[in-house]
């Protein structure tokens, strides 16, 4: 349907006319007007007077996710990635909440310079709401009481009836949202769970978990097909399949991984060749289009990795074993085989469906230790070998324009309790670019294949970002001392990437670029990976977490019955609901480290010997500075008032703090010695103050 209504002489049908232009059989007539009932909902069509159908787009209006900032404004994410970003100012939300799926019209452009480049829209109707309920704090006031959001994000509060009994005030609760028609009212809700005080052991990450909706158990009716599943292969199946098992097999995961998805062998040829066998778990083995387990899994699209726990896509039977490639067992994979010569250029490449049995788990620490000194046994020699190719690979795909935008990661480290006991860099060093590199190859390849075929797909696509966002970043690059050309051009952005490695600021620049890059998501169009700099490109190598990759597998080696409707309108809603999935796993993720993160520094707070820290000034504010800590990855604020020792004036124009007595300048990109002063959990901000050596060495500068 999609193709009728984009043409352009065509003229708006009413259902029963667009039924006949798609040729619609009578008995299907009653699904094909549900068809555009959800089509409607999701945004893809709209109607207007007299019951006809068109696309937003032709009549200036756009359906998207509205992103919401903590300061009231937002922007749209378009459901189709082909149109542009609205700006979208805070009176100009209507009733919509932060990740509300919504209705935009585009507003007429105004004389003067807008606060961005983007087109500026208006909400004019709530197509989907992202949650039902959220997570907040009981307040009272003398006529009544509400609850604060825990999403900072959601500027307004809910109005709550008085609870039975003794009121929960100041603790967590879950309310349930009424409809909110009309913004000149405050959005009502009705408490239905209380979590507990803050301050309790494990009520803020049960706090996330419920803010989220995510689920806690899986349905009877799933967890009873899972436990039919034979944990033992039989042999009838292993004899269909090619044997891997002769070949020498190793994985390489976190030290804390139960869901093993990838594992590797190679053959190497006295000619330079390099035949690499990825073998990807064979989930669609165990889980059949359409199945109990399947539409559960669809419906959580991915697993989900709080600080402190896993939700799985699938239960623990698959996720932690049948399906994972524990070393010493067989296992059924779906294989991509590779043949690359010395250079790191593909020959050739075939798809097997096959089983093996690991001879090795490695963790990437154990790994990295290996490859630091020479081979002195077979699965050292093992893992130099498959290094050396893979850095062939890496310094293949720089050479070709990729950009690197990977950052150490900081794990938080918990007790039973919760409690977060201390911080844990994790860089991305060569054990880690090892597996990255031959997982990129799969998903290349996989995706080429699928074109050649001719077949349907999902494939992972990340558009060419937008001019005017990254010259507003280069921007912010310069202020913080970091020179820059026109980023335009992919190899300046790769020469800026190559200045600030390694430097205190790295982790900002690359943030920051990051976020002036488009967001990279699910669509059945092939139309390329930007920052990998990848024509073809999927997701088939993480199908135990990722519902995507489980598709791909049934795509690339079943018949199309079997993977369900693969129809193009099919793909392109199953590719927003992953793109959606995706983005709320990652929020509670982030949400539950940053969380974990503050009650470690609150802790630093209320200790007696203070331990100081490396701080990045990002930006210079009329209230004090903003800072990053680069060892942690934690943004906080340094108040003026915490300035001691001099009069500092802001000066917009240059973004600069001035001492009137010292003369001393605070910009962005300087470093300083901080301790912890505070941390306001509610609000998620932690509050800094330089340490005193800092100060006297800041306020005594030498004269020349």
């Known amino acids: 349907m999609g193709p009728l209504l984009a043409e352009p002489n065509y003229q708006p049908l009413d259902e029963k006319a667009l039924a006949r232009r798609l040729h619609v059989p009578a008995e299907e007539t009653g699904a094909f007007i549900a068809f555009l009932t959800e089509e409607e909902k999701t945004g893809r069509v709209m109607q207007v007077r007299h019951r006809l159908y068109v696309q937003p787009r032709r009549l200036g209006y756009s359906a998207g996710i509205l992103q919401m900032n903590e300061r009231g404004f937002g922007f749209l ?415 300046e952005i790769q020469k800026l990437l190559n200045r600030v490695r390694g430097q205190p600021g790295e982790s900002v620049v690359k943030i920051g670029l990051l976020k002036s890059l488009k967001r990279a998501m699910y669509s059945p169009k092939p139309i390329g990976h930007y920052g990998l700099a990848k024509i073809n490109y999927t997701h088939f190598t993480s199908p135990i977490r990722r519902y995507s990759d489980l598709v791909a597998h049934r795509l690339l080696f079943g018949h199309p019955r079997d993977a369900g409707d693969s129809s193009y309108d099919s793909l392109s809603r199953l590719s927003i609901h992953l793109s959606n999935t995706e983005r709320q796993a990652a929020e509670a993720e982030q949400e539950s480290i940053k969380l974990k993160k503050l009650e470690y520094f609150d802790r630093q707070a209320h200790t007696t010997k203070r331990t100081s820290f490396q701080a990045l000034v990002l930006e210079a504010r009329s209230g004090g500075l903003l800072v990053q800590l680069p060892e942690f990855l934690v943004q906080g604020f340094v108040p003026i008032s915490a300035l001691e020792g001099d009069l500092f004036i802001f000066q917009p124009q240059r973004l600069e703090l001035n001492g009137q007595r010292t003369k001393v300048t605070l910009r962005a990109g300087q470093t300083l010695q901080v301790e912890v002063a505070s941390v306001d959990l509610a609000r998620h901000q932690v509050d800094f103050k330089v340490t005193k050596q800092s100060l006297l060495k800041l306020l005594s500068p030498t004269r020349v």
Not at 78 to 103: K, Q, R, S
Not at 111 to 139: A, F, I
């Open 77 to 491: 994410v378009p459901v189709n990635p082909a149109e542009p970003d609205f700006y979208v100012a805070a009176e100009d939300t209507g009733t919509a909440f932060h990740g509300d799926l919504v209705l935009a019209r585009l507003k007429e452009q105004r004389g003067g310079r807008q606060r961005d480049h983007r087109p500026r829209g208006e909400v004019v109707k709530v197509l989907q709401r992202k949650r039902r309920q959220l997570v907040g704090t009981l307040k009272k006031t003398p006529m009544f009481y509400y609850v604060i959001p825990d999403e900072t994000r959601i500027p307004h509060d809910i109005s709550v009836p008085p609870p039975q009994g003794t009121p929960p005030l100041g603790q967590k609760v879950v309310v349930e949202l009424k409809d909110w028609p009309d913004r000149r009212k405050p959005p009502e809700g009705v408490i239905t769970e209380v979590l507990g005080s803050p301050d309790t052991p494990g009520v803020d990450l049960l706090s996330i978990i419920r803010k989220h909706d995510l689920p806690t158990s899986f349905p009877e009716r799933v967890e009873h097909e899972a436990a039919e599943i034979e944990a033992v292969i039989p042999p009838a199946e292993i004899s269909r399949r090619e044997d891997f098992r002769k070949i020498i097999t190793l994985t390489i995961d976190p030290d804390d991984a139960k869901d093993f998805d990838d594992a590797l062998s190679y053959r190497s040829y006295p000619n330079g060749d390099f035949e690499i066998f990825i073998h990807i778990a064979d989930v669609s083995h165990f889980v059949r289009a359409g199945s109990a387990l399947d539409v559960e899994a669809r419906s959580r699209g991915n697993s989900i990795y709080l600080v402190d726990r896993v939700i799985p896509m699938l239960p623990e039977k698959l996720s932690n074993g049948i399906c994972s490639l524990q070393p010493h067992v067989d296992r059924l994979v779906k294989t991509a085989v590779v043949m690359l010569d010395r250079r790191g250029e593909i020959k050739s490449f075939r798809f097997a469906a096959g089983v093996i049995h690991s001879a090795r788990r490695f963790t990437y620490q154990e790994a990295f230790a290996l490859l630091h000194k020479p081979a002195t046994l077979p699965m050292a020699g093992h893992l130099h070998a498959l290094n050396e190719m893979a850095q062939t690979l890496r310094r293949r795909r720089f050479a070709r324009g990729a950009l690197d935008l990977d950052f150490p990661e900081v794990k938080v480290r918990v007790n039973e309790l919760g409690i977060p006991t201390h911080l844990e860099r994790t860089e991305n060093d060569i054990s880690h670019q090892l597996i990255e590199e031959f997982m990129l190859l799969a998903n290349e390849v996989v995706a080429l294949e699928l074109k050649r075929r001719s077949r349907p797909g999902i494939y992972r696509i990340h558009e060419n970002p937008d001019p005017d966002r990254l010259e507003d970043f280069r921007a912010q690059a310069k202020s913080m001392g970091f020179a820059c050309g026109d980023l335009t051009q992919r190899g």
